[in-house]
């Protein structure tokens, strides 16, 4: 009774989904910088998956990040690992060429 | 069933103001941040997502899709915050009802009375469960109503 339930570690499908989220956006966010870093015309070589593509991989690649995360709470403080890890993650798929 | 029992359970469980004011700003301001932090990578994914639209017209598919993600997000979110202010005013509300129970007790007599009488074995149920289900089942059950 210290604390919250919110508080505590536990999986819930609210959890779950708002984690899942956050980690796509993180992951779309890592695929789709170089239309902003190099505004206002993207870079010329940069070439940009399908939609379907993005979005199929960023889901996919997020239900790892959930594994791990979809036990934690759902606060800001909380989303912004979710979304560093998506994040991550893309970027570790393009260090080993795997992102289409 | 002892008075220390419900004693202990009817303390108020306030962690948040033992912490000195400098803690809790220092917790606030990361949250804040966090959240500037969330707020700037959702906002700039969708700003490039519609940036892309312009060159590939199918993005705006994935524009719409990524709109409606944000705000299942932002439903869970309030879905979750919803929950746990509920629980935490029906607690209140059970603990306040202890502890006027308490006082009453307090008030008619001492211990001795205490073991015959019937509402304050229900009292003592109550804090038993409150316990088990809190310690049972952390979030996943007790959120989902």
């Known amino acids: 009774m210290t604390k919250l339930p919110s508080d505590q570690l536990g999986e819930s499908w609210a959890r779950f989904l708002a984690h899942w989220i956050a980690s796509c956006f993180g992951f779309m966010l890592n695929r789709l910088l170089p239309l902003v870093l190099e505004w206002p015309a993207p870079v010329a070589h940069a070439i940009f998956p399908r939609w379907w593509m993005l979005l199929g991989s960023a889901g996919l690649a997020s239900l790892l990040t959930v594994v791990f995360n979809a036990n934690l709470p759902v606060t800001a403080r909380e989303l912004m690992k979710s979304a560093a890890m998506g994040f991550a993650i893309c970027a570790i798929l393009q260090i080993f060429g795997l992102n289409g | ?145």
């Not at chain 2, 220390?4 to 948040?16: F, G, L, M």
């Not at chain 2, 019937?118 to 289900?133: K, N, P, Q, R, V």
Request: proline share 3%.
């Open chain 2, 1 to 145: 069933m002892s008075i220390e029992s419900i004693a202990q359970a009817t303390a108020k469980p306030t962690p948040t103001e033992a912490w000195p004011l400098f803690w809790r700003y220092y917790r606030r301001l990361v949250d804040v941040l966090s959240l500037a932090g969330l707020a700037g990578m959702v906002g700039i994914t969708l700003y490039c997502l519609e940036v892309r639209a312009h060159y590939e017209r199918s993005y705006a598919a994935a524009f719409l899709i990524a709109l409606l993600g944000l705000i299942v997000m932002l439903l869970a979110w309030a879905q979750q915050a919803i929950a746990a202010r509920d629980l935490a005013s029906w607690r209140d509300m059970v603990e306040w009802q202890i502890r006027a129970a308490h006082r009453k007790i307090a008030q008619r007599g001492g211990e001795s009375e205490l073991h015959d009488q019937y509402f304050e074995c229900l009292i003592d149920t109550l804090i038993a469960d409150m316990h088990s289900g809190v310690d049972a089942a952390p979030a996943g059950e007790q959120e989902g109503r």
